[in-house]
């Protein structure tokens, strides 16, 4: 969906470094996830959040931040606290409020390597 | 938490078969179930879904049926293209607290073979 945007596309993060994963999404949709999709493993929730300024640890938070201030944005920073953190990173939203689960919306991704 | 299986992992067909991917999931609490597709290099898309109040579903080519009391649900591809190949992924969810938990199955490559 165009209305779902991740940059960069490519990201390398050296050894040390936090690095910030940007998503904008102008659906106007209330709740925003991150995944990480490894081969073989699917995609894993790391947070997730329904409002702003309120966010929710997935299943794999450790070492990843998230922020919420805004409705439209939902940046993901990996941390060095993540020993392992090259993976691809899908962004998504979806509709929520509604008393019904709505499917989700992704981004593009991006693909973050260790230098 | 959730968990949630999928198999096979890889499935290769020849153009024009069926293809049949099976999920099964553990939290009875689960009512939504997506599934999607994603291209290579591209970002997964909704092709169909189904709630917990209906049993089966059905669109064009693709179905999908609900099986509440086993816990289990599955894709259903009629008469596969080329254009089919991807890798699925379904998803449970549930209304946990307020808040919309999505679980993944780990994905099922799919190969259609003219």
């Known amino acids: 969906d165009g209305g779902i945007t991740q940059s960069p596309k490519y990201l390398f993060r050296k050894e040390g470094q936090n690095v910030t994963l940007s998503c904008e999404q102008n659906?106007?949709?209330?709740?925003m996830y991150w995944y990480r999709q490894d081969p073989g493993q699917g995609l894993r929730l790391i947070y997730y959040?329904?409002?702003?300024?309120d966010f929710q640890k997935g299943d794999i938070a450790e070492g990843y931040s998230v922020s919420r201030e805004k409705k439209e944005s939902f940046p993901l920073t990996v941390t060095s606290a993540q020993k392992n953190p090259t993976a691809f990173y899908l962004c998504?939203?979806?509709?929520w409020g509604t008393g019904v689960n709505q499917p989700q919306h992704f981004g593009d991704g991006t693909r973050l390597s260790i230098l | 938490g959730e968990n949630v299986e999928q198999h096979p992992s890889t499935l290769s067909v020849q153009e024009g078969d069926s293809a049949v991917i099976k999920c099964t999931y553990s939290?009875?609490?689960?009512?939504?179930f997506p599934w999607y597709k994603q291209e290579l290099g591209k970002r997964p898309q909704l092709i169909i879904d189904?709630?917990?109040?209906?049993g089966e579903k059905k669109d064009q080519r693709i179905a999908v049926t609900l099986n509440k009391t086993a816990k289990h649900f599955s894709l259903h591809i009629t008469e596969t293209q080329p254009e089919d190949s991807a890798v699925y992924f379904c998803?449970?969810?549930?209304?946990?607290?307020?808040?919309?938990?999505?679980?993944f199955g780990t994905g099922t490559k799919l190969q259609v073979i003219p």
């Open positions: 189904i709630r917990s109040n209906v």
């Open positions: 939290d009875s609490a689960s009512n939504y």
């Open positions: 998803a449970a969810e549930k209304n946990s607290g307020g808040y919309q938990k999505v679980t």
């Open positions: 998504a939203s979806s509709i």
């Open positions: 959040s329904q409002i702003v300024n």
């Open positions: 659906l106007n949709h209330d709740a």
